[in-house]
């Protein structure tokens, strides 16, 4: 497995590496990135602590398999044709804290895929395969997953002329343990034998652009592992869920509200934020 994680560090710093050199490529090419500086509270910590929440994905290949030069900036952007290409893309995502203790969204992902996409004027699929790291901030806890995905989105669902978009990410994956601490104490050994995980993600964004708001967005995570062993079921580690609610305002400024848990979290919480996003495209 430590094969497989050399190979996916070797792709992402390759696709930085490549993407260094922006002006001579592609628009398409260059990298969405997220920066958010936060305020996080919760009911299980001990008081609020700032922190930066990040989200930068992008492709490393993008190879047109339709014949059609259409170009698009984003993988599920609209279309007025059908686009059938072939992609490898990265996915850096995660909250890190000023206080790691008070971090209550103490999880971090680092991913590579490689997948098939068709996108039409009624929405898009994808599928392939994929690699990811997964860690908390110290990182105490880290883990390795590598399996199959399978993505449909669509813009304007609900509004066509105000563009609201949904998504449903669903993975199947086996999940090598290098590290978690929660699972070694609910099974009593240090060696953790791999095991398979559904990680499903469901986000549906809407545009208000009314009285200084801007956007409204949900999204669920929710984590099961397939077949656990009774201890780590009856430790409440073998699913994790998370639910968030989120409004954007004008200038970039948003405010958050969380409940459930991520892997290595070890109870649920309610989550709060205030913030403010950065967006380089």
Do not use: C
């Not at 698009?72 to 952007?77: S, V």
């Not at 995502?93 to 590579?112: H, Q, Y």
């Not at 652009?209 to 995570?221: I, K």
């Amino acid at each position: 497995m430590r094969i497989v994680l050399k190979l996916i560090w070797a792709a992402t710093l390759a696709a930085f590496a490549t993407l260094g050199n922006a002006q001579e490529k592609a628009k398409s090419d260059v990298p969405d990135i997220s920066i958010s500086p936060v305020m996080l509270d919760s009911n299980n910590s001990t008081g609020a602590t700032l922190g930066v929440e990040w989200l930068i994905k992008g492709k490393v290949v993008s190879n047109n398999l339709s014949g059609s030069s259409k170009e698009t900036k984003d993988t599920f952007d609209d279309v007025a044709e059908a686009v059938s290409k072939f992609e490898v893309g990265y996915k850096f995502a995660g909250t890190a804290a000023a206080d790691e203790e008070r971090n209550p969204k103490n999880f971090l992902e680092v991913l590579l895929d490689a997948k098939w996409l068709y996108s039409a004027p009624a929405g898009a699929v994808s599928g392939g395969l994929f690699g990811k790291y997964e860690a908390d901030q110290s990182p105490d806890n880290k883990q390795y997953v590598y399996g199959v995905r399978l993505t449909v989105a669509r813009l304007g669902l609900a509004h066509k002329n105000r563009m609201d978009f949904i998504a449903l990410d669903v993975n199947l994956g086996q999940v090598d343990p290098g590290k978690d601490e929660a699972r070694q104490a609910a099974l009593g050994t240090a060696n953790l034998d791999r095991y398979y995980r559904w990680d499903v993600e469901f986000l549906y964004m809407y545009p208000i652009a009314a009285r200084g708001l801007e956007t409204l967005e949900y999204n669920y995570r929710y984590f099961r592992e397939t077949n656990p062993p009774l201890p780590v079921e009856q430790a409440g580690l073998d699913r994790n869920k998370l639910s968030t609610f989120r409004l954007g305002f004008r200038n970039d400024l948003f405010v958050a509200y969380s409940t459930g848990k991520l892997p290595f979290d070890r109870q649920s919480d309610k989550i709060y934020e205030v913030g403010w996003s950065y967006k380089y495209k």
